[in-house]
Nanobody, 126 residues
Framework: QAQLVESGGGLVQPGESLRLSCAGTGRGTVVGWFRQGPGKERDFVAAISYSGSTTSYANSVRGRCTISRDHGENMVYLQMNSLEPEDTAVYYC??????????????????????WGQGTQITVSS
C-alpha cells in the first residue's frame, strides 16, 4: 500500500522553477500530480506510467513541466519551469496500481487515484 509524501513546494517569483518530489511510489503504480488552487477544484497536472515510458500533461503546463521517476529510490518528480501566478496551488501526488494492458494507459481523473499525499504548497508571487 502506497504512502505518499510530497516535498519541494515553496514561494517563488514568476519565471522561476521548482522541483516537487513524491516519496513512496510503489511497484506497479501510475503516479500523477494534481493541484488545487484557492476556491478551485482539484485539477490534473501530469502523470507517468510505472515503466516511465508514458507521460501525460495538462494543457496548462505542457512544455513547462516534466514528470519523471526513479524506481531505485521509489520517487517521482515534477520539474516545473517558468512558473506563473496561476500555478499557485496545493500540489498533490497520487497513485493507483495498474498492471497488464492498463499499465501504459494513464488516467487523468482524480477519482481513479487510490493513494494520495498530504500536499505541498506552491505560491508564485512577485
Amino acid at each position: 500500500q502506497a504512502q505518499l509524501v510530497e516535498s519541494g513546494g515553496g514561494l517563488v517569483q514568476p519565471g522561476e522553477s521548482l522541483r516537487l518530489s513524491c516519496a513512496g511510489t510503489g511497484r506497479g503504480t501510475v503516479v500523477g500530480w494534481f493541484r488545487q488552487g484557492p476556491g478551485k477544484e482539484r485539477d490534473f497536472v501530469a502523470a507517468i506510467s510505472y515503466s516511465g515510458s508514458t507521460t501525460s500533461y495538462a494543457n496548462s503546463v505542457r512544455g513547462r513541466c516534466t514528470i519523471s521517476r526513479d524506481h531505485g529510490e521509489n520517487m517521482v518528480y515534477l520539474q516545473m519551469n517558468s512558473l506563473e501566478p496561476e500555478d499557485t496551488a496545493v500540489y498533490y501526488c497520487a497513485a493507483y496500481i495498474a498492471i497488464g494492458r492498463q499499465a501504459e494507459t494513464l488516467r487523468t481523473a482524480a477519482g481513479n487515484y487510490r493513494y494520495w499525499g498530504q500536499g505541498t504548497q506552491i505560491t508564485v508571487s512577485s
